[in-house]
C-alpha cells in the first residue's frame, strides 16, 4: 500500500536533536497522523531550506515543527519562507539549558509568527498535539483519536498518592 502524503513536517537542526523531537514523531504515529522527518539547518544546509520551506504549501504540508538549539534560527527562517505554520521546538542545549534556543525561537519581530513551545521532549509532545489539533478542526477521525488520547491520559492520573 502506498504511503499516506504527509502533513506535518517534523525538521530538526542536526542529528543529535533526534532524541527530543522523535518525541514529536512518536505522538503522531500514535494518532495516526502522517508525517516525515528531515535534518534541515539554517546554518549548516541554507539551500535545504530554503528549499524545503518553498515546497512545503505545495505538498500539502499543513504544519511544520521545527526543533533547534542553541541560536535557533530554524524556525523562524522556515516560517519566513512559508506561510505554512510553524511550531518552534527549543531544544535543550548543553552551555545554558535551552534558554538560549527558548529566546531565539520566541521572540518574533510582528509579522513572522513561530509558536513557540516549551524546552525539549515536553515542547516536542505538545508540538505533535498541538498540529493534531489544528488538523482535527478538519477531520472528525482524527478528532476522535485526539479526545481518546486525552481521556487515556486523564484515566492514568491516580486520585491519591501512592
Ligand atoms: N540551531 C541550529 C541550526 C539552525 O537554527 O539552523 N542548525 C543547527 N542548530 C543547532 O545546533 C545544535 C548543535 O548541533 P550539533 O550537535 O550538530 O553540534 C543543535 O541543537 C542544532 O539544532
Redesign the pocket.
Known sequence: MAEEAPLIGII??????WDTMRHAAETLDTLEVPHETRI?????TPDR?YDYAKSAAERGLRAIIA?????????G?AAAMTRVPVLGVP?E?KALSGMD?LL?IVQMPAGIPVGTLAIGKAGAVNAALLAAAILAGTDAALAGRLDAWRREQTDKVAERPQ
Open positions: 530538526m537542526g542536526s542529528q543529535s536533536d534541515v539547518s539554517a546554518h549548516r531550506l526543533g533547534a538549539g542553541g541560536a535557533a534560527h530554524l524556525p527562517m531544544v542545549s534556543s531565539s
